[in-house]
């Protein structure tokens, strides 16, 4: 007599596990059946060519790949070629596939492996075009104003170098620049400004583009301009939220949301006290989370305190600090909430009232 647990198993054994390992110009792909690599090949990456191996590949197929620069591509092309399409988180692949040989044709086999067992961890990407175009240039802007920020620190450290400060109107001034500039000794020095000017004022010019192209595809989502209301979220941190999450369904609870947006707690415990109970542990902060996300929420929360006096998040704060929370756990608290309020927004497609607040 089978027992259930065997039928029920059976099926799945057919399936094709299909593990690719991308590179730039080839793709080395193993395919597993019954627990067993079955085939392997050297593809080239471009659409037609992984196409035509999948089309000899027997049904039900399954392809894992890991996140990186191509898998999003990958993903929207391939996607309706298979029964599943998975993209995978790579960091856990390695904490679980980290011993022995590595070459491409067994990262290719592993990820098969990994698949089939159910380890692997899938990465969210969008099918939509536009929402991709949004955030790749929201990203492109945040690169660029982190160059920005190098630029201006890069050229502070070569003044003070020589105990030379630049003053803060001859970096937004360029009228006040060449006044200061002859004023400037050793020559050297004045040399060396020079030349980092010109990458200042290249990516300073770079960072006026990206946020208009943002703004301007950021106004055909209505939610960024309903999140504005809120207070300290302005039209970056609101276009930054709604690039990066994309749509308010991919969690199923707002703890899910808070851990991926890096202010979600997890609670850490081990052993027992000298009395045999099991000890209380403690919480902290997930720290593998989405920086930029992470970085516009507490940049909100701190506006919405500190500048927005008044408003229920200000006040929420207040009370939080007087019950004897220290103010970095505050301002995580007043973060969470206010990153709730707009993930229930976006999923009622309301506007911001502080009154339910």
Known sequence: MVSTNAQDKEPSMTTSYIGADVHCKFTEVAVERHGEIVMRDRVRTDISSLRDFLQIVPKPRVVVIEEGTMSGWLSRNLRADVEEFVVCDPWRNKMIWSDGDKTDPLDAAGLAALQRGGYTRAVYHTDDEERLALKEIV??????????????NKLRAQGRAYGVRIPARVLKHRSARATWMATVEPAALMQRLSILWRGWDTVQSQVKLAKAQMVRQAGDYPVIAAWQDLPGVGVVRAATLFAYLDTPWRFGSVKKLWKYCGLGLKHRASGTDKNGRPRKGRLSLYRRANSRLKDA????????????????FSEYYARCVKKGMTESNARHA?????????????????????RQV
């Open 297 to 312: 929420l507490l940049g909100a929360a701190v506006t919405a305190i500190y500048r927005g006096r008044g408003n229920p």
């Open 334 to 354: 007043v973060a969470r909430k206010l990153l709730t309020v707009m993930w229930g927004m976006w999923k009622t497609n309301s506007r911001y009232d502080a």
């Open 139 to 152: 990203a492109l802007y945040h690169d660029r104003m982190h160059e920005a920020v190098r630029q201006i």
